[in-house]
């Protein structure tokens, strides 16, 4: 039987592994303390009572200013940190510091002590996650190790800090138009270029960033797009103008959250209709975000037969004169006005086929006035000929040069870098004769 005559009673504190307690700090380890617990063992017969303490941390952690700040302990002077495991690896003490953690061991007047860490929310030991649009929460997870002296027995605590922030910060749209372009600037915000651009309907992929002449600098990024491009839509057409719209959005990769957003409308320049001299009329016809459906290709003058010189998924162009295609005339005060109609003709065959009556109407009316009585005064004076004129016979070469007018006037004329110069059907073209000056002749395609 084992002798129980002399027990020997060890009180002795002693640390073990275990979850954190936010917020509790423990000043002092004096036996007997709410913060431990006695434990009876009995190795080799002998009986012994064990206390426990815990380490405690104290997560002192402001969110504002975005660091965290964590206190462990305490211990006794026998106990020594080694190494942090972060999320990216495990540092000394050393290079914690180095890396720009502040590592600090504490030393209490009862002659224990405690340790602690600051860690930036920046640094990339740091894991981030927007649970919100305009929310950052931050996460730290850490492992302290720490060893007992003189054995160095080692034992290691795991802590887990968290804190959250409505500090994201939206990117900025800008845009702007010129005679024939959209000018479209983005200002990054938290994100940086983390997200996804919507143009129009389609995602911006690497194709559209060059047909875009897109642009990044690592704060902005920019877009340039002309007012006829594939993911602009056109609101209206006027008579000397189509309003042309591009959409802009960016979107939170992760969740779809919409960052930020841009809706950018412009007036451009485009003549609908053109009246010409020799009594011809020419109209383009635009489709708009109203008629969706619409094939620019199905339509037609009054006179149904009269169908586009010329048309694509977005234009059709007529040229037509002034006496054909079912083109009315009107007479007031001095002015003879000749109108006409491009429509969508649910009559039409080919177009009933990919269209219905429920679909908005396309009606667009096309005019031109001409002048009735308009009287000018010439003046004019002859003087007799001493001779009758004659003509000389004989050969040679004569040489011819002749340029290309801009309009009937002959006062602007196309030069070197303007050709070549496109023409429809039946549009006037006007040469000079400049080798000779002989005077103005007009030509029809």
């Known amino acids: 039987m084992p002798r129980l005559g002399n027990i020997l009673l060890w009180m002795a504190a002693a640390i073990i592994l275990c979850q954190a307690r936010p917020n509790v700090k423990l000043n002092s380890l004096s036996m007997g303390s709410p913060d431990g617990y006695y434990k009876s063992h009995a ?21 504002e200013t975005r660091v965290f700040s964590v206190l462990l302990g305490t211990f006794l002077h ?5 190494n ?10 050393e290079e914690s510091n180095a890396k720009g953690f502040t590592v600090q061991e504490h030393s209490l007047a009862n002659g224990s002590k405690s340790f602690s860490l600051q860690v930036p929310f920046d640094a990339d030991v740091v894991l981030k996650h927007n649970p919100e649009r305009l929310v950052t929460s931050y996460f730290l997870p850490l492992i302290f190790g720490l060893i007992v002296l003189p054995e160095e027995t080692p034992f290691a605590l795991p802590v887990d800090l968290q804190a959250s922030l409505q500090d994201v910060v939206l990117p900025i749209m800008a845009g702007t138009c010129d005679q024939n372009q959209f000018h479209i600037s983005v200002k990054f ?9 919507i143009v129009g309907p389609r995602e911006l992929t690497a194709e559209m960033a060059e047909d875009y002449n897109f642009y990044e600098n690592g704060t902005h990024l920019s877009l340039i797009l002309p007012y006829t491009a594939k993911d602009a839509v ?15 959005l960016l979107l939170d990769r992760a969740n779809d959250w919409v960052l930020a957003d841009l809706y950018l409308a412009c007036y451009f320049p485009l003549k609908a209709t053109e009246c010409h001299p020799n009594g011809t009329m020419a109209a383009v016809a635009v489709k708009v975000e109203s008629t969706r459906n619409l094939k620019p290709s199905q339509l037609t003058l009054k006179d149904q037969s009269c169908t586009p010189q010329f048309s694509d ?5 007529f040229s037509f004169s002034v006496d054909t295609c079912g083109t009315t005339r009107t007479f007031f005060d001095n002015y003879m006005m000749y109108e006409n109609e491009i429509r969508l003709s649910y009559n039409n065959a080919k177009a009933a086929a990919n269209t219905s009556p429920v679909d908005p109407d396309y009606r667009q009316t096309i005019s031109c006035f ?11 004076s002859a003087k007799p000929r001493t ?15 002749m340029r290309l007018s801009q309009d009937p006037s002959y006062e602007l004329f196309y030069q070197a870098e303007d050709y070549p110069v496109v023409k429809y059907l039946q549009q006037p073209l006007y040469f000079e004769d400049i080798s000779a000056k002989l005077g103005h002749h007009c030509g029809q395609l």
Do not use: C, W
């Open 43 to 63: 190795p080799d017969y002998q009986y012994h009572i064990t206390y426990f303490v815990e380490p405690m941390l104290e997560d002192d952690t402001v969110p």
């Open 78 to 82: 026998d106990v020594e940190l080694r």
């Open 84 to 93: 942090i495991t972060f999320s990216t690896g495990v540092l000394t003490v």
């Open 189 to 197: 915000g938290s994100h940086g270029s983390n997200f996804k651009a």
């Open 234 to 248: 056109f609101e209206l057409l006027t008579a000397e103008s189509v309003k042309s719209r591009i959409d802009l």
């Open 313 to 317: 998924d977005r234009f059709a162009y």
């Open 370 to 380: 001409y002048v009735v009585n308009e009287t000018q005064t010439v003046a004019f």
């Open 387 to 401: 001779y009758e004129p004659a003509a000389e016979i004989g050969t040679g070469q004569l040489m011819v040069q």
